[in-house]
């Protein structure tokens, strides 16, 4: 008889794209993640959390292609229906808002924070599953919303630690493109599909430059893989106004550095107090011709800017920018990207500008395909991967967090004497844990307390408790004064202490107020 074939263990490793968070990452989250909360609350928006989990059909029109219902997802079929993890935050508050219509308020505002899950090629920086942050109004027709969003967005920049100067949020009008695209001949419910390339397309000027889009405005484009994608297939003549929308209306690289539409000049000539460039909206309004679409995008435009100027928010954190454009085709009116505009060093060793971190815009049909009837809405979300990064790339998010106090086990027949110790130091509000490991080798267990990275270790034997004293070891001096200090200095600035054990929780609030 044969016998059965073992089985082999399963590798211990992440899937693709996919990544593992540890304290330090988390803790820093949801310590930015509170201070977004606080300022959309400040707000008046309501949190929401919605399920990981919707129908495929609700998720549609988030989809790269329609036609596939697991393309863009991670997606499941149970009996007759396709169920897929959530893409972004939208798609369900777009559910919810059908779904409770008559229970909510409108407008309704809301905000939410949580992971999103994409079945897309990972790359360098770019995985399956990452976190977003979201806020919206859904109910409110009035570009007054949008211009709320805008200065709500530049606060919570602010608020989370990017400096004013350091970022820039541009906001344009997908009208006024639409206007572009009618003048190209793309306006029809038959050139939907184009469209949506043809916008996707230009959402990657930044990366792909201007000859790239123009490749996948036409027959499409081979990237360095070797990966072909392929183009809207537009014409020459069609392709012509796309081109002339940017080449000689763009007034801001993404690196948000001003660039004239003619000539050289500064940024106080080119923009007036409400960050409007005069000359790009009147080349916008030559080019749109007679498209009312594009003329009702560049009025709201001047009225969000009206707004924000109203509010003290100037040209020195939003800015309209035409070259903004958002590449999911559910955008209706408004659209903006928050960009962080201070240089990083990429893996290569170039400078470069760290690039946007938040976008959103206004989405007027979303809610329309539940109820069949138009719902106007407007939101932003915010990549709060990207956000970390750009923080920690500012020096401004330690990349090791303290961690907790340690009391060390010198007898473990006390264990429940080293329990009441701890459980004091919690009291008092000081994060701290018994070391649970094996308590025979002493040196193993400062070992651990260095890879927890403790900030200090309580030590009691039998003289110390016969004594009614502990020992209280400053871990964190003790490292600097071994890589810095000389002998005399060892003597100048013990590291350990003996206190009598009703100061121990005093002793170490202060040596922990100390080394903050």
């Known amino acids: 008889m044969a016998k059965d074939k073992k089985q082999p263990r399963p590798k211990a490793q992440t899937p693709k794209g996919f990544q593992d968070y540890f304290g330090a990452d988390v803790t820093a989250r949801n310590d930015m993640l509170r201070k977004i909360g606080e300022v959309y609350h400040r707000y008046g928006f309501d949190a929401l959390e919605t399920s990981a989990v919707e129908t495929v059909e609700a998720l549609g029109k988030f989809l790269p292609d329609v036609d596939r219902p697991n393309e863009g997802v991670f997606a499941w079929q149970e009996d007759a229906d396709w169920l897929a993890l959530r893409y972004d935050l939208t798609a369900p ?56 969003i805008c200065a709500m967005l530049a606060d919570t920049l602010e608020a989370v630690g990017i400096a004013r100067g350091d970022y820039v949020i541009r906001v344009n009008n997908r009208k006024v493109l639409n206007g572009v695209l009618e003048v190209a001949g793309l306006s029809g419910d038959d050139n939907e599909a184009k469209r949506g390339i043809v916008l996707r397309a230009i959402d990657k000027l930044d990366r792909l430059g201007l000859e790239g889009v123009r490749a996948l405005l036409g027959e499409g484009r081979k990237d360095e893989s070797g990966d072909f994608t392929k183009g809207a297939g537009l014409s020459d003549v069609q392709v012509a106004p796309i081109v002339q929308y940017f080449n000689g209306n763009k007034t801001y690289q993404r690196s948000a550095t001003i660039r004239a539409v003619s000539g050289i000049r500064t940024a106080a000539e080119v923009l007036n107090a409400k960050g409007v460039d005069v000359t790009v909206l009147r080349n916008l309004r030559a080019l749109i011709g007679e498209s009312a679409v594009g003329a009702a995008g560049l009025d709201e435009l001047e009225e969000i800017a009206d707004l924000l100027a109203a509010q003290g928010y100037g040209p020195d954190r939003i800015v309209i920018d035409p070259s903004v454009v958002r590449g999911l085709g559910y955008y209706t009116g408004p659209v903006f990207e928050a960009e962080l505009t201070f240089e990083i060093t990429d893996e290569k060793g170039r400078p470069r500008n760290f690039g946007s971190v938040a976008g959103g815009g206004r989405y007027d049909d979303l809610v329309k395909r539940f109820t069949g009837q138009s719902v106007p809405a407007t939101g932003v979300s915010i990549g709060v991967d990207r956000l970390l990064a750009a923080l920690r790339a500012k020096g ?8 907790p ?37 002493f040196g193993n267990q400062l070992k651990y307390a260095d890879k927890r990275a403790a900030p200090i270790a309580i030590i009691a034997g039998g003289d110390e408790f016969d004594s009614g004293v502990v020992q209280i070891k400053d871990l964190v001096l003790g490292a600097e004064i071994a890589k810095n200090a ?22 170490v609030r202060a040596i922990l107020g100390g080394q903050g």
């Open 93 to 148: 508050l777009a559910r919810v808002a059908a779904q409770y219509r008559n229970d909510l308020p409108s407008p309704y505002r809301r905000y939410a924070m949580g992971p999103v899950w994409r079945n897309e090629k990972p790359g360098p920086g770019r995985f399956r599953q990452f976190y977003q942050c979201d806020a919206d109004t859904v109910g409110a027709p009035s570009v007054a919303a949008d211009a709320e």
């Open 396 to 403: 401004q998010v330690d990349h090791a967090a303290q961690g």
């Open 405 to 441: 106090v340690v009391v060390t086990v010198m007898d473990r027949d006390r264990m429940a004497d080293y329990q009441a110790m701890v459980s004091e130091l919690r009291n008092a509000g000081i994060r701290a844990e018994v070391y649970l490991g094996n308590p025979k080798n």
């Open 486 to 507: 000389s002998l005399a200095e060892w003597k100048d600035r013990p590291s350990q202490y003996e206190v009598p054990r009703d100061q121990m929780v005093t002793r």
